[in-house]
């Protein structure tokens, strides 16, 4: 295997094919690598070696057999923690679920086996994806492979280093307000967001049912692009699944973008005061419109908002959602003298602190006497987000922002002040809170050598734009071929 | 001082509602960061919003109706294993009710 470990699932897919390798030699490969660096990393929870190989195994027999393979026949895949997978344990990175194994796959899963995708683990988390950090896992910090003492990014840290650490061509992670994006800025790989509705939630662990989506994640445009279209499309499982045809990923990544509209978010780039990433946010403006994009100015005024709402909203469906951990039926149960004492003994010795903090938020944002102030408010402020957003693609196709204010900060750095860490997430928020599909792929380097991300925002379902501008940044000013050294 | 967003005894009333047991120190802890969050949403407002529809859902989607027919669900067996204790084909739980006998 030549690039090994940095080779694309295409040369991957197409190597088993031909037989210029086997999807066992490829699979053997990695769980090697994974089992290597995984103590220094800590990105997976749990690594599927017998199931993996199982996989492998069977794509070798198939193509033996000469049967037709899948679009990702033989390409291993690291998988967020809180997507369920059938007999292999499934955490969230939490005490209450630290020995679920689940007795079904989720949407995703099914798709991935069935496109032939080798299923290597399942990678760390921040608790049930709340943290932009991975600083809230039950089970230890996630490193950013680009400096082990930076934050990989969150909640989705663990499939973002896994990918970009080269254990794994590909990842899954899930998105509820940045969470497969900022980890990807942060680790200098491509993710997407898709519109809500996109991509089935089916067998996903609920966060906050209004926002979450599951997104695909890859060291290229073309390769999320691929992932992306065999996770899209109607799932009648998930209510909230969009029965509408879905879209040619790949093939967007070749169409360029002459004649497109970018809007950029003056307001935005101006407040910026990291440097580098002002600078590389305009190089990849510079790229777009080299290739004729066409720049014009948006704006959006309710996004600084966006930091207050989501965090009433979210923590409130977080609340509701996680009232299901009472250790009745799966998962922890410390037993009290009674039910209630039960409950409450269960949930406060499964839960960590930022999940605790965020059912306290979202309790108190629900409850009565505050409801009207809090929660029906934060809806109202989102409708002028995203009335913001109807706006700019009034005159523009996608919206240009940085993905995060700036590089991977250090582990430890924010995690005392949750109000600093929520700060953080304001690129990532508005989009999020319209339902609008995303992407954040890399497009240069800091000064000391960290990642940036560049973030595009498309109108609901329009994924193909975002694909097609995102592979031109790639091309002038991605980072597909530099990887974090020092690993070995 | 400026005036609490949340008092401790806010904090503590919204722990029982939520089923979550704070210690002093974790309760103490845990009005801190709330207030904090609470009064950094003070800035929402700014905004009259009195006349806007909220957004309770940003993608508009019919709520689509499955046919009503019986249906295979999970295996009994299977669902039961992940409990933390079951009995007789069900979950075993504490005593819900106390009866006389």
């Known amino acids: 295997m030549s690039r090994f470990p940095w080779q694309s699932a295409f040369a991957i897919r197409d190597g088993v094919e031909a037989g210029s390798m086997t999807a066992i030699e490829v699979t053997r490969a990695y769980l090697a690598r994974a089992e290597a660096l995984n103590s220094k990393l800590s990105c997976f929870l749990t690594i599927d070696h017998e199931g993996a190989l199982a996989a492998a195994s ?29 007999g292999v344990r499934t955490t969230c990175a939490s005490k209450i679920l630290g020995d679920y194994i689940p007795p079904y796959d989720a949407h995703v899963v099914e798709a991935l086996r069935a496109a032939g995708a080798v299923l290597l683990g399942k990678t760390n988390l921040d608790e049930f ?19 082990l003492d930076r934050a990989p990014g969150g909640s989705s840290g663990g499939s973002a280093c896994a990918v970009a650490a080269g254990l794994a061509p590909l990842g899954l992670g899930s998105d509820t307000g940045g969470s497969v994006r900022q980890p990807a800025a942060f680790c200098g790989i491509t993710a997407i967001k898709p519109t809500y509705g996109r991509v089935s939630r089916y067998g996903l662990i609920a966060f906050a049912s209004s926002l979450d989506q599951i997104g695909p994640m890859a060291r290229s445009v073309r390769e999320a692009s691929a992932l992306m279209q065999v996770i899209a499309g109607h799932d009648r499982r998930d209510a909230t699944s969009a029965n509408r045809e879905t879209g040619d990923y790949l093939g967007a990544c070749g169409r360029g973008v002459k004649g497109l509209r ?10 910026l005061q990291d440097g580098d990433v002002r600078a590389a946010v305009e190089a990849a403006l510079g790229g777009l419109e080299a290739q004729g994009a066409e720049l014009v100015d948006v704006s959006l005024p309710h996004s600084e908002h966006a930091v207050s709402v989501y965090y009433l909203i979210a923590p409130a469906e977080a609340s509701s959602n996680l009232a299901r951990f009472d250790g009745m039926r799966y998962g922890l149960r410390v037993p009290g003298e009674d039910l209630a004492a039960t409950y409450t003994k269960t949930r406060s010795a499964g839960f960590g602190p930022e999940v605790r903090r965020r059912i306290m938020l979202g309790t108190y944002a629900l409850s009565a006497g505050y409801y009207d102030a809090f929660y029906l408010k934060a809806q109202r402020v989102r409708t002028l987000i995203r009335r913001d957003y109807d706006a700019a693609f009034e005159r523009c196709d996608v919206v240009c922002t940085p993905t995060t204010p700036t590089p991977a900060f250090a582990l430890g ?14 690129f990532t928020l508005p989009p999020s809170l319209a339902g609008l599909p995303a992407i954040s792929t890399p497009c240069g380097l800091s000064s000391d050598r960290l990642p940036i991300g560049l973030q595009l925002v498309a109108a609901p379902f329009e994924e193909e734009r975002l694909c097609s501008a995102a592979q031109v940044v790639e091309d002038a000013c991605g980072l597909v071929d530099s990887y974090p050294s020092g690993l070995g | 001082m400026a005036e609490e967003k949340i008092t401790l005894a806010q904090v503590l009333h919204v722990a029982k509602l939520a089923m979550l047991e704070l210690s002093d120190d974790e309760a103490a802890e845990m009005q801190k960061q709330l207030d904090a969050i609470l009064a950094y949403m003070d800035g929402l407002d700014a905004l009259d919003v009195s006349d806007v529809p909220p957004t309770f859902h940003s993608i508009p989607i019919d709520a689509p109706m499955r046919r009503d027919v019986v249906d295979r669900c999970a295996d009994r067996a299977e669902i039961l294993e992940q409990a933390p204790q079951s009995e007789a084909g069900g979950f075993a739980v504490p005593l819900v009710l106390e009866v006389d006998s």
């Not at chain 1, 750095?413 to 304001?426: F, V």
């Open chain 1, 262 to 271: 970018v809007g950029v978010v003056r307001e935005l780039l101006g407040g």
């Open chain 1, 58 to 86: 069977q794509v070798d027999r198939a193509r033996e057999a000469g049967q037709p393979l899948g679009p990702l026949a033989g390409v291993p895949i690291a998988l967020k923690d809180n997507l369920c997978t059938r």
């Open chain 1, 413 to 426: 750095e924010k995690k005392g002040d949750p109000l600093q860490m929520y700060l953080a997430d304001i």
């Open chain 1, 129 to 147: 994806a709340m943290g932009s950090s991975n600083e809230n896992s039950a089970f230890g910090d996630v490193h950013n492979p680009w400096a």
